[in-house]
Each structure stands twice: as structure tokens, then as C-alpha cells.
């Protein structure tokens, strides 16, 4: 329980499934050494990370932000642009953590300090238009981040592909420096994670949740509150920006498509609202089940759509294009905040709760 | 009772000016850095038509906050539709566009505008009853409704009309410029000018001269007194909502002939620059809108013109001079 931070799943549905999500994903590179596996487990560690700690503004706090993509994209492009300008070393792997993260960090205590003191509304605006300042800043300055093509880099001698650890010949699998990438980065966010879920229960989490259940009384109570909010912010910044180093690291690629764009802050809340908005548990389950649709799922929406333009009939086979796949996202959303506003985590916990009907 | 006299008149509230000030001492302070008064009356005029575009389409916003504390993420979908709207008639009758004749343009301008404002208008009855109705008083779930909303919208859109950008070619007797001496002034940058102050001034009028516009303002004030005194004041929110709908529709209509193209991630887009000016006005409040509409495309467009490279991150800047000053914006809305 201690690793828990005495706050277990609490139904055991959910623990099951977690359960299997985690072996999962640690033995993948020796069951599924396929590239796309490998894609599809590393985008879920990072995800899920990302998705906590999101899930610490919004499920904690309450807090939309809109900015965390800004943060996983600092992340990103320090690692991308140190390891670029400086040579594959681990020198520069620390030298785009040590600029990255910092940065991330005050750049959400300015946005904190200037839109915390107001109202929850003010800080969701505010957070939208710097964040989208930042896309186009990352996409125009060209000299230092590629501009729309993004920063490809190569990775320190024993992350590469070709650096063979563990020859096939001994245990019957290969472990090679992509191996290696993938448990750093299963690690890392496990770590993350589990170190958020810290931060929850701790008396600093409590005066949290006291902040998004009651601001005023919260702050009557004695509590400042614009320190309490700025510190999640910061701290939730932080770990989105080492989620993005982790990303940068796996795809050996940063850009504005991959780390930044719009598009991504909707994945995040899609999968923080499908999971469970304060609990943390819902990050692990809504980026697992939202990243196994999103690519497994859409090949089937290209087969119905082709079907549907088969049979001859009107409007389908638009609807059910691939490329839309956001727009049946966006429907399940609404519907998602409409009659789940627990998730699939709360409304297990609820069923564990009173077993007999 | 007859003889009583009149009672003594209330004491006026006191008038803040300095933000109405605001926009005129920054047009002034251009003026020297620019340098040549041809360049600086096409940008002031450039700025100006921009500005009331923007005010067009961020009014919607700003009146449905203010009265009905609902931030609408998906604001920028009105706008969207509203242009994509406005393009199924004027593509059709693309000969009446082309045609050399003031008459004929605007007989096709006019209906393409009403039928956007109406499609958009229709749209947001929708949106209110089914999306907001059940997340009145929640911002949290009002924010990401209303997100989820502007999604489903944006790809609806590119399910529709498909994801190419469609030109829409100004008509012909709104282009080109009056030329008076060496200044030159766009004509349809005069058009949008006229347009949005009879939309400022018509917001106005209504607000501040009409009984409605008294039980609005009565609304924002105290919503359960006005319902106490048997005014069904949901009734009234929805045609608010239907009317910032209808305005976003317009000022997307407006803002594609502006561009001359239509694409589905114009709603996205302009969603951000929508929350800036509402921002900078401070939320609710329509004058407050107007002048941070205006703020915003005077500084895009002199900014673009002395240091290209600022105006991309010009507006956010603006914002935090802006918010550094007056933290709620130039006008805060007292009752918020």
C-alpha cells in the first residue's frame, strides 16, 4: 500500500484491469517486438503520464487548462534541440533536461501567477491563447526548431536500435538499445505516476480538492490559494515536460504535429474525461483504451467507409472516412461528460461501492 | 400623489473613459513611428474595419457570458458555419458576384449574410438546449461541453464540404480602393466598418433603450429577482444565446469575404482571438469588447508593419500589458 499512497484502485474490476494494462506493457518488447506494438505500448506509458498529471489540474483542482501541450512540447524540443545542436551524448540529454524542465516550470508559474488570482473561466482562456501563441512561435522560429518540419535527432550510442545488449541466441529474444529506450520510458512514467498519486494524497492534494470543491470557503479556512493552484500548475507542468522528453526520446523527432498541436490537447481531455476526472487510476485506463482505438479502431472505420461507399449510400462514407475519427471523439465526449462525468474509473468504484442491486 | 415632486435625480455613475481613450492615444502614438500619413490612415483604416469584425464576431461571446455566466469554448463553430452557410449562396450565384453592379452584389450579399445569421442562429437554439441546458451554472462542464461541441462541429464541416480550402472572391464593386490624394481606402473595408457599428450601436440601443434590453440588464444583475417578478428569464437567455449565435454567423460571413476563402479550422482559429478580446474587454461587457476588438487589430496591423516578427505574438502581449494594468479587463462587469 505504501507505493499506493494508501489510495488502492478501490474496485476489483479496476484493479484487474490495471493489473493487466501494466504486465502488459512491460512484457510487450519481448511478446510483440513489432514496431507498431512497440508505438502503440510507449505512446500509452507516455500518455498516461501525461494524462496524470493533466488530471491533477482538472480532477484536482479544477482548473481546464489549456496549455498542457505547450508544456509536453518544451519537453520535446529541449531534448530535440539540444541532442541536435549539441551531438548524440548524454550531455545533451541532461542539457535539454536542464533547460527544459525549468522552463516549463516558470513558464506556468507567469501563466499561474497572472491567471490564478481571477477565476477558473479566465485561467482556460488565458492558457488557450498563449498556448497557441506558443504553436505558431514553434512554427515560425525555424532557425531554432525546425519550424514545421520539427528537429530529427540521433539518440546516445546505447539507446540506438543497432546497439545489441542481450544477443537473440541467449534467452531467445534480443534486447537491443530500442528495448532499452522502452523500459526507460515505462520506468519514468510508472515513476511519474506513482509519484503524482503522491502529491494527491498528500495534505497538499486534500487542500486541493477542498480549492476545486469550494474555493472561497478553501480560502476562508486559511489556505492560500492562488500558492496552492500555482504549485499543481508548476508541478503539473513539470511532469508533462519530462513526459514530452520521454516522447522526443522515443520518436527521435520533434515537431509541432507530434508534441504541440491542438489536436493532442483533445486526446489528453478526451482520455482524462473517459478515464475519470480525479482519480488518477483514469489516466492509466483512458490512455490505453483511447490509444488502442485510436489505432486500432480506425482501420475499421476506413472499412465501413468503404463499404458504406460500396452499397452507394450518401453522406457515410464522409462520416465514417478514417480522417473523421475526431468527430465520433468528439460526439462519445459529450456524451462521456454528459452521462459518465465520473468515467469509467468512477463509475467502477461506484459498482464496488454497493455490490447489490 | 400629484404634488409631490419629481424625485431628486439619482447621482450618475462616473464615467470611465480612459480605456475609450485607449485606442485613439495608440492610433496617435503610431503616427510619428510610421512616418508617412498615407501609410498610417490605409493602417488605421485597415485596423479599424479589422476591429469591427472582430467585435462582430467576439460580441456574441461577451453578451451570452455576461448574462447568462456560460462561456461558449465553441463560440468559434458559429463563425465557421456561418461562412461555409454564406458560401451556399454566393458560390451558386457566383454571376450575380461577378456582375459590375453595386445593386446586384448587394443583392446577393444581403441574403447570403441573413441566411448565415439564421443557419447560425438555429444552430445555437440547438447548442443551448441540448448542450449548455444541462450544465447551466457548472463552468467546469460548460468549458468542456462546449469544447467537445466546437469538435464535432469543425468535423462535421470537413465531413460535409471536405477539407479543401473553397475561395470566395469578393464581388466585384466591393473591390479595389477610393483613392483620395495618395491614401487608399479598401471599399470593403468601409462596408465591414459600417456594418459593425450599426451592430455596436444597435447592441446598445437595445441594451439600454428597450425593455428587454432592461429585463437583460436586470437578468445579469440578479437573475432570481427578475424571475420572482414573473419574467420567464430562461426565454430571454435563449434568444441572447440565439442572437450571439446569429452575430458570430455574420462576422464569419464577413471575416471569409475578408480572406476570401473558407475553411473548416477558421472556427478554431478565431476562437483564439475571440477569447483575447473578450479578455482584454473584461468578460460581459460590450463597450469593453468594442474597444479590445479594436485594440487587438490596431495592434496587429501596426505591428505588422514596423516589426513583422511581433505580430505573431503581438496579441498575447497586449493581454498581459492589458491584464497587468486592469487585472479584470478594462471594463469589469461588477456583478461577476
Known sequence: MMILSGDPPRSRVLSILLVIIIAALAV?????????????????????????????????????????????????????????????????????????????????????????????????????????????????????????????????????????????????????????????????????????????????????????????????????????????????????????????????????????????????????????????????????????????LQTLMSVASNAAADAGLPLLPGLLHPDRWLLWLGLLFIASVYFFPTGIVGRLRAGARRPLR | MTDLAAPEALPKPKRDLLPVLLPVILALAMAPLIGSASSWVTLTVASLAMGMMIFIMASGLTLVFGLMDVLNFGHGAFIAVGAYVATLVLLPLAGWVQADSLLLNLAVLAPAALLAMAVSGALGLVVERV????????????????????????????ALWGPQIIPLPLPTSLRGSFIIGDIAIAKYRLLAMLVGLVVFLGIQLVLNRTKIGLLIRAGVENREMVEALGYRIRRLFLGVFMVGSALAGLGGTMWALYREQVHASMGNDLTVL?????????????????????????????????????????NILLMVAILMWRPRGLYAVTSR
Not at chain 1, 514545421?148 to 534467452?171: A, C, H, N, W, Y
Request: net charge positive.
Open chain 2, 274 to 314: 475571440v477569447f483575447i478580446v473578450v479578455i482584454i474587454g473584461g468578460l460581459g461587457s460590450i463597450g469593453g469588447c468594442f474597444i479590445g476588438a479594436l485594440l487587438v487589430a490596431m495592434v496587429a496591423n501596426y505591428g505588422g508593419f514596423l516589426v513583422p516578427k511581433l505580430a505573431l505574438v503581438s
Open chain 2, 131 to 158: 448542450l449548455i441546458l444541462a450544465v447551466y451554472g457548472q463552468h467546469l462542464k460548460q468549458i468542456l461541453m462546449t469544447t467537445g461541441g466546437l469538435i464535432v462541429a469543425e468535423q462535421a464541416l470537413y
Open chain 1, 28 to 296: 510487450t518488447p519481448l511478446v510483440f517486438p513489432g514496431a507498431k506494438a512497440m508505438n502503440v505500448a510507449t505512446k500509452i506509458c507516455i500518455f498516461a503520464a501525461l494524462v496524470a498529471s493533466y488530471d491533477l489540474l482538472l480532477g484536482y483542482t479544477g482548473s481546464v487548462s489549456f496549455a498542457h501541450t505547450m508544456f509536453y512540447g518544451i519537453g520535446s524540443y529541449a531534448i530535440a534541440i539540444a541532442l541536435y545542436s549539441m551531438g548524440p551524448s548524454w550531455a545533451a540529454v541532461a542539457t535539454g533536461l536542464a533547460i527544459g524542465l525549468p522552463l516549463a516550470a516558470l513558464l506556468a508559474l507567469g501563466i499561474g501567477l497572472f491567471s490564478l488570482r481571477v477565476e477558473a473561466i479566465f485561467f482556460a482562456m488565458i492558457t488557450l491563447a498563449v498556448a497557441s501563441a506558443f504553436l505558431v512561435l514553434a512554427s515560425q522560429l525555424s532557425w531554432l526548431t525546425g519550424g514545421e518540419d520539427g528537429r530529427s535527432f540521433q539518440l546516445p550510442e546505447l539507446l540506438r536500435p543497432g546497439t545489441v545488449l542481450i544477443s537473440k541466441d541467449l534467452f531467445g529474444f534480443a534486447v537491443n538499445g530500442r528495448t532499452l529506450t522502452y523500459y526507460i520510458v515505462l520506468v519514468a512514467a510508472a515513476a511519474m505516476i506513482l509519484g503524482l498519486l503522491r502529491v494527491v494524497n498528500s495534505p497538499f492534494g486534500r487542500v486541493l480538492q477542498a480549492i476545486r470543491e469550494n474555493r472561497f470557503r478553501a480560502e476562508a479556512l486559511g489556505y492560500r490559494t492562488v500558492f496552492h493552484l500555482t504549485y499543481a500548475n508548476c508541478l503539473a507542468a513539470l511532469v508533462a515536460a519530462s513526459a514530452g522528453a520521454l516522447n522526443a526520446l522515443w520518436l527521435r523527432y520533434a515537431g509541432p504535429d507530434t508534441s504541440l498541436s491542438f489536436s493532442i490537447m483533445l486526446d489528453i481531455l478526451l482520455m482524462v474525461v473517459i478515464g475519470g476526472m480525479g482519480t488518477m487510476y483514469g489516466a492509466i485506463i483512458g490512455a490505453a483504451i483511447f490509444i488502442l482505438a485510436q489505432n486500432y
